[in-house]
């Protein structure tokens, strides 16, 4: 059960930095470096502050979850806005399942 649950973490991580670089290269296409530099940045400060495992601020499960969503949720648009739409569903599938599977992991 340890081994699993390592793999989701370092899935969970994959993930999340894959969501950084979509949000990038999305902001990239859109209007240049500025974007491909802000919008990640931004993505991973909101991430830092609410929905890492050493969070700044502690705050309940839905709002952590609001946190993912958004920052998943933005990934698999910029994907879209790619028009990269197959990498865009198994983005959102593959991340909508790690969640559920570390959500339900971490529940008492």
Request: proline share 5%.
């Amino acid at each position: 059960m340890k081994l699993l649950r390592a793999a989701n973490e370092l899935l969970a991580f994959v993930i999340e930095v894959l969501a950084l670089l979509a949000l990038g290269w999305w902001g990239a296409h859109a209007a240049g470096w500025w974007l491909a530099l802000l919008l990640p940045l931004a993505a991973a400060v909101l991430w830092g502050l609410f929905a890492a495992p050493k969070a700044t601020f502690r705050v309940a499960l839905p709002a952590v979850l609001a946190v993912k969503a958004v920052v998943f949720g933005g990934a698999v648009a910029a994907l879209a806005g790619l028009h990269q739409p197959t990498l865009a569903w198994v983005f959102g599938v593959v991340a909508a399942a790690n969640t559920a599977a570390a959500t339900s992991a971490r529940r008492p």
